[in-house]
C-alpha cells in the first residue's frame, strides 16, 4: 500500500490517502513511458519548413555558356545549386510528424508515470482546492504552502474550473489539468505534481471501470 499525507491549502496535514499501487499499474515500464513521452514531442512538432528546389527560385533555364570552347568549368543554368541565389539540392518540404500509439498503451503509460510521481515522493494530495477571490497570488500563496513555488508543477483537479484556470495562467511554472486529460508527457514534463483528493478518486474509479471492461 502506498500512503501520503493529505493537506489542505495552508499546508497542515488533515489526515492520510492509501492505495493499492497495483490499482494504477503492476510496475513500471520505462521502454514504455519513453516511447509515449517520444510521440507526445513528435506530435508537437510543427513540421512547417520549407526551403525552393532549383525548379523554384527565379531565373532563366538557359545553359550560361557553351560547353566547350570558352576555357573555363562547364555550366549549367543561374539556378544551379552550386551557385548563388540557386535552388537547394535536396530541398526541405513540410512534413507531418505526428504518429499515434494504440489506446491502452497510452493509458498504460498514463497510470506508470501517475504512480511513479508517488513512489518518487514527488506527489502531493490537497484535500480541496476552493479559492476564494479571482487572483492569482492565491494560487501562489497555495503553491508556496505546499513547498512546491520554486519548482515546476502540475495541478490536477477533478474537472475543468475557470476560476482555477485564470488563477494560475499567469504563473509560468504551474500547468493546470483536469484528471481526465493527464498523460505521461504531462506528468514527467513537471517535477513535482499536485492533485486533489477527488481527482485522484476519480482516476482510481475510472481504472477500476476500465480494468472491468
Given at each position: ?52 528546389t ?8 538557359k ?86 513555488s ?10 475543468h ?7 494560475a ?45
Amino acid at each position: 500500500m502506498i500512503s501520503v499525507p493529505v493537506v489542505d491549502m495552508t499546508g497542515k496535514s488533515v489526515g492520510t490517502y492509501e492505495f493499492d499501487p497495483a490499482e494504477l499499474a503492476k510496475d513500471i515500464n520505462k521502454q514504455l513511458l519513453h516511447d509515449a513521452v517520444l510521440m507526445y514531442q513528435q506530435n508537437r512538432r510543427q513540421g512547417t519548413v520549407r526551403t525552393k528546389t532549383r525548379g523554384q527560385v527565379a531565373g532563366s533555364t538557359k545553359k550560361l555558356f557553351k560547353q566547350k570552347g570558352t576555357g573555363n568549368a562547364r555550366a549549367g543554368t543561374k539556378r544551379s545549386p552550386t551557385r548563388r541565389h540557386g535552388g537547394h539540392a535536396f530541398a526541405k518540404v513540410p512534413k507531418d510528424w505526428s504518429y499515434r500509439m494504440p489506446r491502452k498503451m497510452l493509458q498504460a503509460a498514463t497510470r506508470m508515470a501517475l504512480l511513479s510521481k508517488f513512489q518518487d515522493g514527488e506527489a502531493v494530495v490537497l484535500s480541496e482546492l476552493k479559492l476564494a477571490e479571482e487572483k492569482t497570488k492565491v494560487v501562489a500563496g497555495v503553491l508556496k504552502a505546499l513547498g512546491v513555488s520554486k519548482q515546476s508543477t502540475l495541478l490536477a483537479i477533478n474537472g475543468h474550473d475557470p476560476v482555477v484556470w485564470k488563477c494560475a495562467r499567469n504563473i509560468a511554472s504551474l500547468q493546470v489539468s483536469p484528471g481526465s486529460n493527464l498523460n505521461a508527457y504531462d506528468l514527467l514534463h513537471q517535477k513535482r505534481l499536485v492533485i486533489t483528493r477527488d481527482a485522484m478518486d476519480a482516476i482510481r474509479g475510472r481504472n477500476k471501470t476500465e480494468a472491468g471492461a
